[in-house]
C-alpha cells in the first residue's frame, strides 16, 4: 500500500513529483480488494443502532448475497486465469494468485464480523422487539412437541437423504443450496455420512414456533433427523453450503441462436466449477476435509462461519409486518411536467425534465409510457430493457401499444448476470404479441437505458427521448438512487434514432452529435473533456470537475484524472463501490477527494460535471469508467442540453458531496474513515436531505 509519505518512492525510488510514473502499480486500490472493502461499508450500516432494526437485517442480507456474487463471478474469473495461466494483470500489478491469496485473507475476517453482527448485535435487538429466533434445543418440550409434529407432517416427506457408500456415488451439490452434513452410525459402531438438502426453498429460512418467535429450517431439520434415519445414532449434522462459477460463456455456432446460447449457459451454472465451500464453524476438521476432497476444493477455499450460512435468507425477515421496524415510507413527488400524462408531450415538446428516482416517482413516467400505448397519434415505441423484474407495468404497456397498432421494438438484454431467466422469458412474450424483440448483443452487453417514443404532431414528427442511468424496473427504482432525463432534443432525439438503427440492423453511425456511446467513443470523449479541463486551468486557474458513479477503474482515465490534479484542477469524485485511484497522494492526486455513500437507497446515478470555463458541461447516463463498461458494453452518456437543470444536477452532486452520516473518505492506503460535521455544523444525511425537499429540481415542490 502506498501512502503520502512514500509517494515520491514510487519510481524507482526518484524523487520529485515532475518524475513519478503514473503507470506505476502503487498509484492504483486492486479492484476486488476495493469490492470487499465496499462490503465492510454494508456491513457498517447492518451494525448501524441509528437504523431501524429490520433494515439493518436487510444490509446484513445484502453483505451475504454481494459476497455470494463476489465468488460466482470475481473469485471464479481469477481462478480461471490462474488454470489458464493468464499473465495480464491490472493496474495495481497484482497477478491473480496474489489476489486470490489477498482475497482469502480479507474475507476470512469478514465471517466472524457477520457473525458478531448476527449472534451479539441482531439477534438480541430482535429479541428485544418481540421477535425471537431461537435453538430448537431451547424451546419449551412442548413447543419442542408442536414443532416436531409439524416437521414430521409437513416437511419431513419432502427430504431425501444421499448417503455415500460403495453403491451410492457422493451426492452432487448444487450452487448456493443449504445442506446438512450428517453423520449416523449403525449398530456396529461405524460411521457413515449423508447429505440432506434444507428445503428452504419450499417452507422459507424461518420456520414459526409462534406468533412471536421463529428456529431456524436447518435446526429444525438437524433436531429431528432421528425420524429421517430410523435405527440409527445421529452423530452430528453440521451445515454447509457450496458456491459454484456463475459465468455464462455464450458460444454461438452456425444454426443456434442467442437466446439458446444463454439458457444452455444458465442451465450449465449448476453443474460449473465449485470455487467456495462453507461450513459451520464447528464442523470437525475431518468432515471438513471429506467434504472438500469430494467437492473437488482445496483447504484454501473452505471457510467457516459461526454465523448462519446464506445470510440472504435475512430478507424473508425484513418482510415481517413491523412496519415500527422499517424506515418510514414517504409519497415520491410526481413531476408536473408528467401530470396528467395526456399533456406532458406538447410541455416536454417545449421544456425538458430532469427525473431523480425514488425522490421522483417512477409510476408517473410509467403513466406517461401507458398513455402513449394508447394514444393515436404514437407512432412507435423504442427501449432497452436490462432487468426487467418479474411484474412489469412498462412490459403491460409495451405489449399495450402492439395491441393497439404502434410499432413497439424492445432490445432485451439476456446476458444481465442472474436475471438472464427473467429475461427470456420477458422476451417470448413480447414475441409472442408480436413485438420487434432484439435479444441483445453476441459480444457486447448493452447496458444503454433509452426509449424513444415517435408520434405525430402539428409540426411534424415528434420524438422524445428518456434517457438514464436506471432500469425500467420498478422495484428497483424504489430502492436505488437514479438520474433520468426526458428530452424532445432533435439532435439527441436523432441520435437516439442511431442508436437504435445500429442495434437492431447493421447500421454504422456516421457519428453521433450529442451522444457518447461505448465501446466505439465514450472513453476518448471523456479523456478530451479532462484535457479540455486541463487546458483550461492552465490558463484561468478555474479548472474543476465533479463526477459521481458507481465504478472508477479504468487506467486511461485514472491517468487523466491523475494529471489534472496535477496540473491543479480540483477533481471531486462520489464513487460509491469500486475505486481504484488513490486520492491525495502528494504530486499525484492531492488535489483529488472521493467520497462513498452508502445509505437507505443503493447510489446508482452517474453525473460527470465539467466547469468548462463557466459554461458547465454536465453528462449523465448508464456508464461508470470501468474497462467492463467502456470496452464491453454498449453504453451511453448524454448531455443536459438546460443550463438550469445542469444547475439542479449539480447541486445534487454537491448535497451528496456534503454528507457527513454516510460518507466516508476514501483514504490513500485505500481505507474509508466516516466523514464528520465541521465544528457546530449539523450532520447531513444527503439521501434524508433528498426525501424532504424531493422534487426542488422541478422548480416548485
Given at each position: 500500500?502506498?501512502?503520502?509519505?512514500?509517494?515520491?518512492?514510487?519510481?524507482?525510488?526518484?524523487?520529485?513529483?515532475?518524475?513519478?510514473?503514473?503507470?506505476?502499480?502503487?498509484?492504483?486500490?486492486?479492484?476486488?480488494?476495493?469490492?470487499?472493502?465496499?462490503?465492510?461499508?454494508?456491513?457498517?450500516?447492518?451494525?448501524?443502532?441509528?437504523?431501524?432494526?429490520?433494515?439493518?437485517?436487510?444490509?446484513?442480507?445484502?453483505?451475504?448475497?454481494?459476497?455470494?456474487?463476489?465468488?460466482?463471478?470475481?473469485?471464479?474469473?481469477?481462478?480461471?486465469?490462474?488454470?489458464?495461466?493468464?499473465?495480464?494483470?491490472?493496474?495495481?500489478?497484482?497477478?491473480?494468485?496474489?489476489?486470490?491469496?489477498?482475497?482469502?485473507?480479507?474475507?476470512?475476517?469478514?465471517?466472524?464480523?457477520?457473525?458478531?453482527?448476527?449472534?451479539?448485535?441482531l439477534l438480541p435487538a430482535l429479541g428485544a422487539a418481540g421477535i425471537a429466533i431461537a435453538r430448537v434445543a431451547d424451546l419449551d418440550p412442548s413447543l419442542r412437541a408442536a414443532l416436531r409434529e409439524t416437521f414430521e407432517t409437513s416437511i419431513l416427506p419432502t427430504l431425501t437423504p444421499m448417503a455415500f457408500d460403495a453403491a451410492r456415488p457422493f451426492p452432487f451439490i448444487s450452487s448456493l443450496a443449504l445442506s446438512l452434513a450428517v453423520v449416523v452410525r449403525d449398530g456396529d459402531g461405524s460411521s457413515r455420512f449423508a447429505r440432506v438438502k434444507v428445503p428452504v426453498g419450499l417452507f422459507g429460512r424461518f420456520s414459526p414456533v409462534d406468533a412471536r418467535s421463529f428456529v431456524l429450517l436447518e435446526d429444525l431439520v438437524a433436531a429431528n433427523l432421528d425420524l429421517l434415519f430410523p435405527g440409527m445414532a445421529i452423530a452430528g449434522a453440521w451445515a454447509f453450503r457450496v458456491t459454484r462459477d456463475a459465468e455464462i460463456e455464450v458460444q454461438i455456432e452456425e444454426g443456434s441462436d442467442l437466446l439458446t446460447a444463454v439458457e444452455e449457459g444458465v442451465a450449465h451454472r449448476r453443474t460449473a466449477d465449485a470455487v467456495r465451500l462453507e461450513?459451520?464453524?464447528?464442523?470437525?476438521?475431518?468432515?471438513?476435509?471429506?467434504?472438500?476432497?469430494?467437492?473437488?476444493?482445496?483447504?484454501?477455499?473452505?471457510?467457516?462461519?459461526?454465523?448462519?450460512?446464506?445470510?440472504?435468507?435475512?430478507?424473508?425477515?425484513?418482510?415481517?409486518?413491523?412496519?415500527?421496524?422499517?424506515?418510514?415510507?414517504?409519497?415520491?413527488?410526481?413531476?408536473?411536467?408528467?401530470?396528467?400524462?395526456?399533456?406532458?408531450?406538447?410541455?416536454?415538446?417545449?421544456?425538458?425534465?430532469?427525473?431523480?428516482?425514488?425522490?421522483?416517482?417512477?409510476?408517473?413516467?410509467?403513466?406517461?409510457?401507458?398513455?402513449?400505448?394508447?394514444?393515436?397519434?404514437?407512432?412507435?415505441?423504442?427501449?432497452?430493457?436490462?432487468?426487467?423484474?418479474?411484474?412489469?407495468?412498462?412490459?403491460?404497456?409495451?405489449?399495450?401499444?402492439?395491441?393497439?397498432?404502434?410499432?413497439?421494438?424492445v432490445l432485451v438484454e439476456l446476458k444481465a448476470k442472474f436475471d438472464e431467466t427473467e429475461n427470456i422469458s420477458w422476451a417470448r412474450t413480447l414475441e409472442r404479441a408480436g413485438v420487434h424483440v432484439v435479444l441483445g448483443h453476441p459480444r457486447l452487453k448493452v447496458h444503454a437505458k433509452v426509449c424513444l417514443i415517435v408520434m405525430r404532431h402539428d409540426s411534424g414528427i415528434l420524438r422524445i427521448v428518456h434517457l438514464g442511468s436506471g432500469n425500467y424496473n420498478p422495484v428497483t427504482t424504489r430502492i436505488y438512487g437514479d438520474l433520468s432525463y426526458m428530452t424532445a432534443d432533435p439532435a439527441i432525439a436523432e441520435d437516439v434514432g442511431h442508436l437504435f438503427n445500429a442495434l437492431t440492423g447493421y447500421a454504422r453511425p456516421p457519428g453521433y452529435k450529442r451522444l457518447l456511446v461505448a465501446p466505439d467513443h465514450l472513453r476518448n470523449g471523456i479523456v478530451a473533456r479532462i484535457n479540455r479541463e486541463i487546458e483550461r486551468h492552465q490558463t484561468h486557474g478555474d479548472g474543476s470537475i465533479a463526477w459521481k458513479m458507481n465504478g472508477l477503474l479504468d487506467g486511461d482515465v485514472i491517468r487523466a484524472l491523475y494529471r489534472a490534479s496535477r496540473a491543479g484542477v480540483q477533481v471531486d469524485l462520489q464513487v460509491r463501490g469500486l475505486c481504484a485511484l488513490r486520492p491525495g497522494v502528494p504530486g499525484v492526486s492531492e488535489n483529488i477527494r472521493v467520497l462513498s455513500i452508502v445509505g437507505r437507497f443503493l447510489e446508482h446515478a452517474r453525473i460527470y460535471y465539467f466547469h468548462n470555463g463557466g459554461e458547465p458541461e454536465v453528462l449523465l447516463g448508464s456508464a461508470d469508467m470501468m474497462p467492463r463498461n467502456l470496452n464491453r458494453r454498449v453504453e451511453v452518456l448524454f448531455p443536459v442540453p438546460d443550463p438550469a437543470i445542469a444547475l439542479e444536477v449539480k447541486r445534487i452532486f454537491d448535497i451528496h458531496f456534503a454528507d457527513t452520516v454516510k460518507g466516508r473518505w476514501l483514504c490513500p492506503d485505500g481505507t474509508y474513515l466516516r466523514a464528520r460535521p465541521e465544528g457546530e455544523t449539523e450532520p447531513l444525511s444527503s439521501q434524508d436531505w433528498l426525501i424532504t425537499n424531493r422534487g426542488v429540481w422541478h422548480g416548485r415542490t
Open positions: 500500500m502506498i501512502g503520502p509519505e512514500d509517494a515520491h518512492a514510487v519510481h524507482d525510488g526518484k524523487e520529485g513529483c515532475d518524475l513519478l510514473d503514473l503507470d506505476a502499480p502503487g498509484l492504483y486500490i486492486n479492484r476486488e480488494l476495493s469490492w470487499l472493502s465496499f462490503n465492510r461499508r454494508v456491513l457498517e450500516e447492518a451494525q448501524d443502532p441509528a437504523h431501524p432494526l429490520l433494515e439493518r437485517l436487510k444490509f446484513l442480507a445484502i453483505c451475504g448475497s454481494n459476497l455470494d456474487e463476489f465468488f460466482m463471478a470475481r473469485v471464479s474469473g481469477l481462478l480461471r486465469q490462474v488454470e489458464e495461466g493468464a499473465l495480464e494483470t491490472p493496474p495495481d500489478g497484482m497477478t491473480p494468485g496474489e489476489q486470490l491469496a489477498a482475497i482469502r485473507t480479507a474475507v476470512r475476517s469478514l465471517y466472524p464480523a457477520y457473525a458478531h453482527c448476527w449472534e451479539d448485535d461450513v459451520a464453524a464447528d464442523m470437525p476438521s475431518d468432515l471438513v476435509s471429506f467434504l472438500a476432497g469430494h467437492i473437488g476444493l482445496l483447504p484454501e477455499q473452505v471457510y467457516g462461519s459461526p454465523a448462519p450460512l446464506a445470510l440472504s435468507d435475512l430478507w424473508s425477515l425484513h418482510a415481517l409486518d413491523r412496519p415500527d421496524l422499517r424506515d418510514a415510507p414517504f409519497l415520491p413527488a410526481v413531476p408536473p411536467l408528467l401530470d396528467p400524462p395526456e399533456a406532458a408531450a406538447e410541455r416536454l415538446r417545449r421544456e425538458d425534465l430532469l427525473l431523480y428516482h425514488p425522490y421522483d416517482s417512477f409510476a408517473a413516467f410509467v403513466r406517461f409510457l401507458s398513455h402513449a400505448a394508447d394514444d393515436p397519434a404514437v407512432l412507435a415505441i423504442k427501449i432497452t430493457l436490462y432487468r426487467i423484474g418479474a411484474d412489469s407495468p412498462v412490459l403491460d404497456a409495451l405489449l399495450a401499444a402492439r395491441k393497439n397498432g404502434k410499432q413497439v421494438t
